[in-house]
């Protein structure tokens, strides 16, 4: 079956750290991969998108990694703040415009 | 307005009653895009509107789901006969696009059925 996975377990991490977000799906051949943020009581926010054919994309703090071969993303955020903290989605869309999300981990950011 | 808007922001309702929840897009966005989203879950897609295209509804639950989008903007997703399983958080996402490059997405309007 398909799925998309994320740590459903919360990451807490210290100021300052980098924070590193794990998406990981199965049985499906993704045109792109987005991430996305969403905080308590508000829809998500897009951040970056990262096509099939690009290993890594940046922007500013953020930095995402795409491997087709391991079926896997990678979020990074470098030199992370409290203001971080919220939940990041992961999305990918398996050809055509149908976009299926991940349940998000959860990062806390501690000062 | 600038963003994509919801109303209402908190539905309560009786089980077996109907409701309707409207999204505004944002002006100019082609297409738009209804998600539901339950407590400690991913979005989880319902209905997919392009131009004057035929929508996709493939994710539609029941048919007790209906949505339209008239004259390409305002959108409308009708639950008929809510069940308590019905509580989410209904979310409206538009796109400038048919390719779902960038969403942006409405704050959601929280459906409590009792």
């Known amino acids: 079956s398909q799925k998309i996975e994320q740590n459903s377990e919360a990451l807490n991490i210290q100021e300052g750290k980098t924070a590193t977000l794990t998406c990981n799906y199965t049985?499906?051949?993704?045109?792109?991969l987005q991430w996305y943020r969403q905080d308590p009581g508000r829809g998500p926010v897009f951040l970056l998108l990262?096509?099939?054919?690009?290993k890594e994309k940046r922007k500013e703090r953020l930095k995402v990694t795409f491997d087709t071969t391991l079926k896997q993303s990678l979020f990074h955020i470098t030199a992370s703040q409290p203001a971080d903290s919220a939940t990041y989605l992961c999305a990918l869309v398996d050809g055509g415009f149908k976009t299926i999300f991940g349940a998000g981990t959860r990062l806390f950011v501690k000062a | 307005g600038a963003g994509v808007s919801q109303s209402p922001s908190n539905k309560v309702t009786e089980k077996g009653k109907d409701v309707e929840l409207r999204c505004d897009p944002i002006?100019?966005?082609?297409?738009l895009y209804w998600y539901r989203q339950s407590l400690g879950q991913g979005l989880e897609f319902l209905i997919y509107f392009q131009g004057n295209s035929a929508p996709d509804k493939s994710g539609l639950p029941s048919d007790r789901f209906s949505a339209e989008r008239t004259g390409g903007s305002v959108s409308t997703l009708t639950i008929q006969r809510t069940q308590q399983e019905d509580s989410a958080v209904y979310l409206c996402?538009?796109?400038?696009?048919?390719?779902?490059?960038?969403?942006?997405f409405g704050p959601g309007t929280r459906l409590t059925v009792l």
């Open positions: 049985n499906y051949s993704p045109a792109y």
């Open positions: 002006s100019g966005h082609t297409a």
């Open positions: 996402a538009s796109s400038l696009s048919g390719d779902p490059d960038t969403q942006y």
């Open positions: 990262i096509r099939e054919n690009e």
